[in-house]
């Protein structure tokens, strides 16, 4: 009744859906009310489609967009940035091309905002070449066109030519802002380009002003550049620092493997009165697996299922607890924490079967691999790097040729060269190396130095003299000027009681101007 009343005083309407936009519980109800107007503002629309496009029910904006059209009201400058912020965060290419053609239809590619945001909207669709000839066509693009298309290459992992943007955009005189710095700083430590960085760094000194978005965005492009102590001295300078700031130092040091800084950093972030997230509780799982500490480890998980009513309902943060347990030795929590898992995707599975496979439980590994298959859980190549590596140490050879067969033809996953190197080591191991060999002349790929090692080794295991000699050229051609291939052939000659055939290497090596390697010789002579 009330709202009937006041479809024909469209002013208090107006001023009521206003003020209901004002609180986002009330969004559902300014909705309700302007569906009954009849001829709306174009001004009203756009405060509409504002409002919807920053909300938890961001797709109501395109249907605004097309009622906007059935009213037979034309767009503006305003109206097309706000569907295509949506277009960009959901992100919808199709509904986006739609929108771009209706902005050359009405006059408003011209428009710098209209213009980025269409820049925006590609980039965050995939479509970075669209995105770039947009941002070429501009006569004169401001700093917030540059820095759209600086993000937008960096947001597709093409750092080296948001660097190569950045740097243009400096030769063209064009001032960059915080915002530009920020994103060629993701792009600099994506790019591990530190002489940039530093660059950027200097710049933001003279500029005189560094917020805590950007120190954040320093600290981790040092850091994972790999100068943690920069890195830190950047973090120590930081007047505020936010969650996102201490897991960017945390991350780093766990990078690269600086544990103890990794714990001593978590405890200067609890003191600081900030309580760890799912970011900060992976970097500490990592560095309690990495230096094999338990029972911190145990500390971590114990956190997790109090603070956090268990890790289960977080696949990646379970998957990384039983990497910890995994790394830890410790199979039997591991296999606990995998079991809790809500939902098992291929890595979890994977790092079940590859954590048994390293820590020497090679039939329970086949096990769990047949589990995962029979769950309908389709394995990658790196299950099954892992269930053959497993098969190699527990000696089971025909499962491991089985598995080996079944990658294409069944799983419809193509062998690499690492499955033929679990292959020929499986075989090698087994004393099986005339078919190891066959199945090297198979490869359809060279094999790798790794591969024509195993074939040697197997061949001193077992003492296979006409097979090692012709493995011996292909192994040299990978490190002509190392001793080891000819060490381990002559010890086979010696083996044999061909002193002869062990002459002969001592001689080749000579020709070939093959330094003798005592440490390698004295290691060969005493087996693996």
């Known amino acids: ?46 405060s509409m489609l504002r409002a919807f496009s920053t909300s938890q029910h961001p797709s109501t904006t395109l249907s605004l967009y097309k009622h906007l059209h059935r009213l037979g009201l034309s767009p503006d400058h305003f109206t097309f940035p706000f569907a295509l912020k949506v277009c960009a965060e959901m992100p919808d290419r199709t509904t986006g091309r739609c929108i771009h053609s209706r902005v050359v239809k009405t006059g408003y590619q011209f428009d710098a905002y209209v213009n980025a945001t269409l820049v925006r909207m590609y980039a965050c669709c995939g479509d970075v070449e669209c995105a770039r000839s947009l941002f070429d066509a501009e006569k004169d693009p401001n700093v917030v066109a540059w820095t759209t298309m600086i993000a937008g290459y960096v947001a597709n992992g093409r750092a ?17 802002n915080e915002i530009t710095m920020v ?20 710049r933001t000194r003279s500029m005189g002003r560094c917020n805590v978005v950007l120190g954040t965005a320093l600290v981790d492009m040092y850091a994972r550049c790999g100068s943690l102590r920069i890195a830190r001295e950047v973090f120590d300078e930081m007047r505020e620092r936010n969650q996102v700031t201490w897991n960017v130092m945390i991350s780093g040091y766990n990078q690269y493997e600086k544990f103890d800084d990794v714990f001593r950093m978590f405890r200067g972030m609890c003191e600081a009165g900030l309580r760890p997230d799912k970011v900060t509780l992976l970097s500490l799982l990592g560095a309690c697996g990495g230096n094999g500490d338990l029972s911190l480890g145990q500390g971590v998980h114990g956190y997790v299922e109090k603070v956090n009513g268990g890790c289960w309902s977080d696949e990646e943060l379970g998957t990384s607890l039983l990497d910890m347990y995994i790394k830890s030795g410790d199979t039997e929590s591991a296999v606990k924490v995998f079991r809790g898992l809500k939902r098992r ?55 491991g040729r089985k598995l080996f067969d079944s990658m294409q033809t069944v799983y419809g996953v193509r062998p690499e060269v690492e499955h033929y190197g679990c292959m020929v080591d499986l075989l090698s191991r087994a004393g099986r190396l005339q078919e190891a060999e066959g199945l090297l002349k198979m490869m359809p790929m060279a ?9 040697l080794s197997g061949c001193e295991s077992y003492g296979e003299v006409q097979v090692a000699e012709r493995v011996r050229d292909q192994l040299a051609e990978f490190d002509p000027g190392g001793s080891g291939v000819y060490v381990l052939l002559s010890n086979l000659y010696a083996g044999a009681g061909r002193w ?25 002579l005493k087996g693996p």
């Open 160 to 176: 080296c030519e948001a660097i190569a943007l950045f740097k243009e955009m400096v030769e063209m005189g064009i001032t960059p």
């Open 345 to 399: 995707d291929v890595v979890a599975w994977t790092s079940m079967i590859v954590g048994l496979a390293m820590n020497g439980d090679g039939k329970k590994a086949v096990k769990m691999f047949k589990e995962m298959s029979n769950e309908g859980v389709r394995p990658d190549g790196v299950a099954f790097v892992g269930v053959m590596s497993a098969c190699s140490h527990a000696g089971m050879v025909d499962e």
């Open 500 to 524: 002869v055939g062990a002459e002969g290497v001592r001689e080749l090596m000579w020709r070939r101007g093959v330094k003798k390697n005592l440490g390698l010789s004295s290691l060969q």
């Open 447 to 455: 094999p790798s130095m790794q591969i024509w090692g195993a074939m």
């Open 1 to 46: 009744m009330i709202t009937t009343t006041l479809i024909t005083h469209p002013i208090p309407l107006t001023k009521l859906i206003h003020s209901s936009l004002s609180a986002d519980l009330h969004h559902a109800h300014a909705l309700s009310i302007f569906l009954h107007l009849h001829n709306p503002s174009l001004h009203l629309c756009n």
């Open 183 to 202: 994103h060629v700083l993701g792009a600099c430590a994506h790019a591990r380009d530190l002489e940039t960085g530093r660059w950027v760094h200097a």
